[in-house]
């Protein structure tokens, strides 16, 4: 696992978010093992107390779940994992429109200019771009399906 | 187990107070990076907790008990100082350090001989500086001391050796209890190793903390309050 640490904020936060996040984009699937907690430390040159800390509050966030003298693992639960995608989703969301509102975009430019950038981004790799594919692909993300459009 | 504790400690040089009625707990089972610049007093500090200067005013306690030899079997200090015989190798090097500590562990030590990729049959003055630096660590981390004291491991060492050594800390180190203070006054490198910090200036406290905490309440990097703080 890499793992680049920006210093600015809790180095345990942003352990947490970096699980979060291989578990939203599916790099991480319900049920896969994630490193020892001594492995991580020594992996990113973080100190064990505070990988520990963030394991523990993993599991209280039902991130992951611990079986004794196994290991840890990705939570199981469907729901959970929509729910970090979800909460992922959201989170990209909010710092895009704040940026962009701060730039003096309104809310029907945003949504016109997103659908530019998605065909120029995604759209070449994509299954075939799509005018609704933005407001279905955010439909899909409620369902846990694996992103990408299903435009009609 | 070892809580370390000065009591409005005070060290002087001459007419300098390296410290200066320093009065500070550190916790058992944590690693704390003893920050600031050169002068403010780091050195001193783990000098005085490994029993090798006695403080003028004062006092330093290693649970309850003053430095002395009974304390000492429970410190490892690394000096920053290049202390190892150049006309041994590697190999008699350990030999040679294990026969004064009953807490050497053997196997530990081949493991970091290992991972510091060094050469047990190497003469030390034919070492790079790094690997010199990397030896040092090998002998400091191979104690189970409750208690390791690293004087500026990092020091003018090369990146890779710096990040070897940096490894070797964390995985070594025993959140069981274990403490390890490191001073350092390259804190970028380090930082993500510190559970707390204390920076020290001009002898005395200048900010002590846990450093996820500092981070969290100053939105900054150790890094960027350490230069706020010696602004």
Known sequence: MQLKLDQHSPIYMQIIDEFKRQVARGDLRPGDRIPSQRELAAMVQVNPNTVQRAYREMELMGITETLRGQGTFITRDPERVAQIRREMADRALAGFVREMHALGYGCEEMVAMVRGAYERIVGETGAGPHAGALAEGHQAGRGGEPHGDRGV | ?231
């Open chain 2, 1 to 231: 187990m070892a809580t370390v504790v000065f009591d409005r400690v005070t060290k002087r040089f001459g007419r300098v107070r390296a410290l200066n009625d320093l009065s500070v707990t550190i916790p058992s089972g944590t690693i704390l990076g003893l920050l600031g610049p050169n002068g403010a007093g780091k050195s001193t500090m783990l000098k005085l907790i490994a029993g090798l200067y006695r403080p003028d005013g004062g006092r330093v306690t290693i649970d309850g008990d003053v430095p002395s030899p009974k304390t000492k079997a429970k410190v490892a200090y690394l000096p920053e100082i290049d202390y190892l015989y150049g006309w041994m190798t590697v190999r008699q090097i350990l030999d040679y350090v294990r026969a004064f500590y009953p807490d050497w562990d053997q196997v530990r030590a081949e493991e970091l001989l290992r991972f510091m990729a060094l050469d047990p049959a190497a003469r030390v003055s034919r070492l790079s500086k790094g690997m010199r630096a990397r030896l040092k660590i090998v002998v400091a981390m191979s104690r189970s001391a409750p208690l390791i004291l690293l004087d500026e491991p990092l020091s003018g060492i090369d990146p890779p050796s710096r990040s070897r050594v940096l490894s070797a800390i964390v995985s070594e180190f025993r959140e069981d209890g274990q403490t390890v203070v490191m001073s350092t006054h390259d804190v970028a490198e380090s930082e993500n190793l510190f559970q707390e910090v204390l920076f020290l200036r001009e002898g005395q406290v200048a900010l002590m903390g846990d450093a996820d905490q500092l981070r969290a309440q100053r939105g900054k990097s150790i890094r960027d309050l350490f230069e706020e703080v010696y602004a």
